[in-house]
C-alpha cells in the first residue's frame, strides 16, 4: 500500500462496545446475516467523483478540501495519484468496489481524441493496479453534464452535434467499463430535462432519449459487454423538470419504448426525497416491478430542499431499504454505492473516513434490523391478514377475474354490513422501532 493517507490504518471491526469512530460497531463483513455474508449483502462501492474530485465549493465560495494530491499541478499526473488514492482508500475503508464517471479518472483534452487517449493512459493503470488488489469496478458511467456543451443536455439536447458527442462518449465509457470487468452501467439523465416548454419539443427529446438508450443496447450486444445497465431516477437537479423523474416515471417510459428488458434502476436515497417519496418507496416500486438492481447510498436533509448527498445515518432509512433489498432476495450485480459527500466543513482527508464508516455501520445496523424484522414476522404477516379479504370468498373472485361490475353490484346490493379494520400504524412503528433497538 503506497500510503496516500497517511495515519490511518485499514479500518476494522470494533463492535457495539467501541469507542473509536474510525472503527466499525455493526458493519463485520464475514459475519453472516440471513445465511450471507454483510460483504456480500452490501457490495459497498466508493464514489469516485466525490471522495477523489469534489472540493466543497457552494455557490457562495470556493473549495475548501485539503486533500494528500494537492500539491500536484499536472493534471495527467494528479489522475494518476488518484488511482492510487481510490484504491487504497477502498482497501483501507474495507469496499469491495468503486464506481466512477469518464471525466472523473482522466481529465478532458482538447479534443476527443485527445480525452480518448489520456482516459486509456489511466484505464490502463487502473488496470494494472487492479491486478494486485481484491477491489473491482460496481459500475462506470458517462459525465454527459458538465461541460458547456451540455448546455441544453446530451441525448436529448435539440443539437444533433450534442447528441453524437454523448453517443461517442458512452461508446468509450462502455468499452473501457467493460474492459476493467465493470458490473453495470449506469445512465444519470444529467442534463436530460427541460427548463421551459416554451423551447422544449418533449415528444422529440423522449424519442431520441429512448433512441440513445437502444443504441447503446446494441454497442453493447456487439462488444459483449453483459454489465447490468441500469437508470438513475431524479426529478428535478440540474434542470428544473427531468424526465427520469422517479421509479414509476423511468419504469413507465421504458415499457412505452420497449427498452424494460434491458434496463433496471439504480435507485439513490437523496433523489427518491426529492421526488416527494421515501427511499423505501422508489424501492418498492422497483422491487415489485423487478427492477430492481442498485442503491446510490447517501441522504437529504430534511430541510434544505436540494440534493445534499450526505453519507447515511438514518437508521430507519437504512432498515426499510435492507428490508426492501432481502425481500428481493438481494441485489445481484448491484450493490451501495456511496454517492455521498463531505460537509462543506468537514475537509479534511480523514473525514473522509469518518463519512464512509459511518455510512457502512448504518447500513449494517439496517440489515441486522431488518433481518430480524423478515425473520419475527410480525409486520409481514400483519399485511398478510390486513390484505385476506381476497383469499376466498367474494375477494377471490376478483383475484380470479371471475367477476365484473354487474356481479360486484349484486354482491354490494345483497352485502347489508361493510366492516373495516384498524391499520394499526402506531403499533408497526413500535415493533419497527424494537428490532431497531435490539439488532
Ligand atoms: C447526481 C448523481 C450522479 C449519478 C452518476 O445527482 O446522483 O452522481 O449517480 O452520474
Ligand atoms: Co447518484
Wanted: net charge negative; hydrophobic share 40%.
Amino acid at each position: 500500500m503506497a500510503d496516500v493517507f497517511k495515519g490511518i490504518e485499514k479500518i476494522k471491526f470494533e463492535g457495539k462496545g467501541s469507542d473509536n469512530p474510525l472503527a466499525f460497531k455493526y458493519y463485520n463483513a464475514d459475519e453472516l446475516v440471513a445465511g450471507k455474508r454483510m460483504e456480500d449483502h452490501l457490495r459497498f462501492a466508493v464514489a469516485y467523483w466525490h471522495t477523489f474530485q469534489a472540493r466543497g465549493n457552494d455557490p457562495f465560495g470556493v473549495g475548501t478540501a485539503i486533500r494528500p494530491w494537492d500539491n500536484i499541478s499536472d493534471q495527467m499526473e494528479l489522475a494518476k495519484a488518484k488511482v492510487e488514492a481510490n484504491f487504497e482508500f477502498c482497501e483501507k475503508v474495507g469496499a469491495p468496489f468503486f464506481c466512477f464517471h469518464d471525466r472523473d479518472i482522466a481529465p478532458e483534452g482538447d479534443t476527443l481524441k485527445e480525452t480518448n487517449k489520456r482516459l486509456d493512459e489511466i484505464v490502463n493503470l487502473i488496470e494494472q493496479r487492479m491486478k494486485s488488489s481484491t477491489v473491482k469496478l460496481l459500475w462506470g458511467t458517462t459525465n454527459a453534464f458538465g461541460h458547456p456543451r451540455f448546455v441544453h443536455g446530451a441525448s436529448t439536447s435539440p443539437n444533433a452535434d450534442v447528441f453524437a458527442f454523448a453517443a461517442a462518449q458512452v461508446k468509450k465509457a462502455m468499452e473501457i467499463t467493460h474492459r476493467l470487468g465493470g458490473e453495470n452501467y449506469v445512465f444519470w439523465g444529467g442534463r436530460e430535462g427541460y427548463e421551459t416548454l416554451l423551447n422544449t419539443n418533449m415528444k422529440l427529446e423522449l424519442d431520441n432519449f429512448a433512441r440513445f438508450l437502444s443504441m447503446a443496447v446494441d454497442y453493447a450486444k456487439e462488444i459483449g459487454f453483459k454489465g447490468q445497465f441500469l437508470i438513475e431516477p431524479k426529478p428535478k437537479e440540474p434542470t428544473k423538470h427531468q424526465y427520469d423523474f422517479d421509479a414509476a416515471t423511468v419504469i413507465g417510459f421504458l415499457k412505452t419504448y420497449g427498452l424494460d428488458p434491458y434496463y433496471k434502476l439504480n435507485i439513490e436515497a437523496n433523489h427518491a426525497t426529492l421526488a416527494a417519496h421515501t427511499f423505501q418507496h422508489d424501492l418498492r416500486v422497483a422491487r415489485i416491478n423487478g427492477m430492481l438492481g442498485s442503491i446510490d447510498a447517501n441522504q437529504g436533509d430534511p430541510i434544505l430542499g436540494w440534493d445534499t448527498d450526505q453519507f447515511p445515518t438514518n437508521l430507519y432509512d437504512t432498515t426499510l431499504a435492507m428490508y426492501e433489498v432481502l425481500k428481493m432476495g438481494g441485489l445481484t450485480t448491484g450493490g451501495f454505492n456511496f454517492d455521498s459527500k463531505v460537509r462543506r466543513g468537514s475537509f479534511e482527508a480523514a473525514d473522509l473516513f469518518y463519512g464512509h464508516v459511518v455510512g457502512m455501520d448504518t447500513f449494517a445496523k439496517g440489515l441486522k434490523a431488518a433481518a430480524k424484522m423478515i425473520e419475527d414476522g410480525r409486520i409481514d404477516k400483519f399485511v398478510e391478514e390486513r390484505y385476506s379479504s381476497y383469499n376466498s370468498g367474494i375477494g377471490k373472485d376478483i383475484v380470479d377475474g371471475k367477476v365484473g361490475l354487474k356481479e360486484l353490484e349484486k354482491y354490494a346490493l345483497e352485502n347489508s354490513e361493510i366492516v373495516n379494520t384498524s391499520g394499526r400504524q402506531e403499533m408497526l412503528e413500535n415493533i419497527l422501532n424494537s428490532y431497531i433497538l435490539e439488532s
